[in-house]
């Protein structure tokens, strides 16, 4: 990857950045004009090949688009069935999302524990 290329990338974070805070900013009296800068958020990223943040692609509904919002216009669940699950529902379209939440515990789990010999 050349400067240009890496500075171009590094343009494009930062805007896409940008984006997700106005449109945070901007929800609660405009979704519409939020709903629209998470949609010129995700195409910067995909016209500049940079990848969006885990952060705030969570918070972006893979149905409508939209900001998701929990408590306005996402519900957000908890389920401990098979390892706990948190479950994003939009209000808008419906669509679901979910995420294991126990990831690092099972991986403690897995980990082989210390063995200390104690010898008289």
Do not use: W
Not at 20 to 43: D, M, N, Q, W
Not at 59 to 83: A, Q
Request: charge should be positive.
């Amino acid at each position: 990857m050349s400067h240009r290329d890496q500075s171009f990338a590094q343009i494009a974070e930062e805007r896409i950045e940008l984006l997700y805070r106005f449109a945070r900013e901007v929800f609660g009296t405009h979704p519409s004009l939020a709903k629209r800068y998470v949609e010129i958020a995700r195409r910067i990223g995909m016209r500049c090949r940079v990848r969006i943040p885990r952060e705030l692609k969570r918070f972006t509904c893979k149905g409508c688009g939209s900001l998701l919002v929990p408590g306005t216009n996402c519900r957000v669940r908890i389920k401990p069935d098979r390892g706990t699950i948190l479950i994003m529902t939009c209000l808008s379209c419906g669509k679901l999302k979910r995420y294991p939440m126990a990831r690092e515990r099972r991986a403690l789990h897995r980990a082989p524990c210390p063995v200390v010999v104690v010898r008289p």
